[in-house]
């Protein structure tokens, strides 16, 4: 079956205008990278994965994630844990905050989590996974969405034997990233296990996992009946990525790359603050300024510069046009700014 990928579908009453998904990535996933998401027609977003723990204790950072801008609506929210009620009182927090969803992490493959008793760890323990998404879908109005691996170990199946009862315990729809905990990034995602759970629950799947192309994006949803695709690290420092997938739109110039780079940077500093931004920026500019844009000097260079004005001064001197673009783009930009809770803006440097 064909599906027009700029057509719109539903999780429960909350409607999403196209059939890509920028996938929640720790790290990645800031506000900035969600309204450029949503800008390159994204039809969801989502945040990074945050602690019900770090929101129950209050902590200032982690209560940080919940601030939501106007334009990144529809967005999701995620939360991470393995208490019921811990994550019942979080999903209040995210509702309270303006989420369109609550999205319950059960895919995390890392140790610091998942020892814990969270992320994948709870597709072992099937029991706990359903009371958690039971807990949290009693308590919020907003759908709940599950996200999940395979299983833990190679070649599981144990999402296809949890996700129909995620379903009866509440959620509104299902993600499944088809590589196990074992696997982390490596290997391919097995998108037959995807096929498998469609036909499984009568709710939206979302299919996760090496999608980079239209084509694939297109062969994904064809062969599995998923009713979207995600897209992860396709998107890292490549917006371009979710338009050509979206709608055949692609191949940036050099003064576009430095512009959307120089607005990113700009905005996560405000987000971040500066400091804070400074480091977290430096990935970015390899997965902007690589795939052949700029060569790999330049880019060693940009990382060693102290401050964000010199990396940006830096990369207008690399692409002068880049000036007009952005200031073009900065115009049209909306505003943005919402912020539902009464939340903390010290370490955003000022919100
Ligand atoms: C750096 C990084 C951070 C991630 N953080 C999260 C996260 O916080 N929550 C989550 O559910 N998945 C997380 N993921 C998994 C992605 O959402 C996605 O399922 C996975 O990368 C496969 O999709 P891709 O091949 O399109 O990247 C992360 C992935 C990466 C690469």
Redesign the pocket.
């Known amino acids: 079956m064909h599906i027009d990928l700029e057509s719109p579908w539903s999780i429960g009453p909350v409607v999403v205008p196209t059939r890509v998904v920028l996938?929640?990535?720790?790290?990645?996933?800031v506000q900035a990278f969600r309204r450029q998401g949503r800008r390159f027609g994204a039809g969801l977003v989502?945040s990074?994965?945050v602690s019900c723990a770090g929101l129950s204790h209050g902590n200032e950072r982690t209560l940080g994630y919940l601030r939501i801008a106007s334009d990144e609506h529809p967005l999701a929210v995620?939360i991470?844990g393995s208490d019921p009620a811990m994550m019942a009182d979080a999903a209040r927090l995210v509702e309270a905050a303006g989420a369109d969803l609550v999205?319950v992490?059960f895919?995390?493959p890392v140790r610091k989590v998942t020892k814990t008793g969270a992320g994948a760890t709870l597709l072992d323990d099937p029991d706990r996974a359903c009371r958690i998404v039971e807990g949290v879908a009693n308590a919020v109005s907003v759908p709940v969405s599950v996200?999940m691996r395979r299983g833990l170990e190679n070649g599981s199946r144990a999402a296809l034997s949890v996700g129909p009862r995620l379903v009866e315990a509440g959620a509104s729809s299902l993600?499944l990233?088809p590589?196990s905990a074992k696997q982390m990034?490596t290997g391919t995602?097995d998108h037959s296990l995807t096929a498998e759970l469609v036909e499984l629950v009568d709710v939206p799947v979302i299919a996760?996992?090496?999608?980079?192309s239209r084509a694939r994006a297109q062969a994904v949803l064809a062969t599995t009946g998923a009713a979207a695709i995600?897209?992860?690290?396709?998107?890292?420092g490549n917006p371009w990525a979710i338009s050509e997938i979206v709608r055949e739109v692609a191949d940036p110039s050099r003064e576009d790359v430095v512009a959307e780079l120089v607005l990113f940077m700009r905005e996560t500093a405000r987000e971040l603050g500066p400091e804070r931004a400074t480091g977290f920026l430096k990935k970015f500019y390899g997965w902007y300024l690589g795939r052949g844009r700029f060569p790999k000097p330049f880019k060693q260079e940009l990382v060693r510069l102290e401050t964000i004005a010199e990396v940006e001064l830096r990369l207008f001197a690399a692409a002068p046009g880049a000036r007009d673009v952005l200031a073009v783009l900065e115009e049209t930009l909306p505003e943005g700014e919402e912020t539902t809770l009464d939340l903390p803006i010290s370490v955003y440097g000022g919100g």
């Open positions: 996938a929640p990535m720790a790290g990645v996933s989502c990074e994965m995620q991470f999205d992490n895919g995390c996200k993600t990233h590589r990034y995602a996760s996992g090496d999608i980079t995600m897209v992860g690290r396709a998107a890292q």
